[in-house]
């Protein structure tokens, strides 16, 4: 069977991973790359960071974006989910005060999906090798849309 997902559905998926595919155009081209980030029920939001280049440069000049979440455990069973949004970079004390949030949150999820005790943000989550400090960003969710399939 398959069906569309109830939106607490897909909210759910989010709530319950942390690495997704970010689709962003830049110019006429569409580009989509993976990204760590933390869905923060508080705010409705989507939570990441990135170091300066192509992705940042992009999302600066067009604001639109697509979060790709997928669960996967065979062809016939799955969700996937589609979030539409809004990118907002952050600064000072609300960049540190969500990336903490950011960092929390992954460690949270890894403990109760995988029994998994994360120390560092380094342990799941793209090293930053750029001596500047990374940009912290969050996406306002427009609308999330999604699919399952199941047997």
Known sequence: MRRNLEEKEGIELLKNNYVGYLAYVL????????????????????????????????????????LGVNKIDSVSNWQSIQ???????????????????FSEGVKSILSRTK?????FISEFS????????????RIKIGDIVGKLREH
Do not use: C, Q, W
Request: aromatic share 10%; hydrophobic share 30%; proline share 7%.
């Open 115 to 119: 029994g998994n005790d994360a120390k």
């Open 126 to 137: 793209a090293k930053i090798e750029s001596e500047a400090p990374p940009v912290v960003f």
């Open 83 to 101: 979030v539409h949004g809004t990118f907002e970079e952050l600064e000072g004390i609300d960049a540190k005060h969500m990336l903490h949030e």
């Open 27 to 66: 110019g006429s081209t569409p580009y989509i790359v993976p990204i760590t980030y933390y869905y923060d029920s508080d705010t409705h939001t989507i939570t990441s960071y990135s170091s300066i280049g192509h992705k940042l440069d992009a999302m600066r000049k067009n604001p639109s974006v697509v």
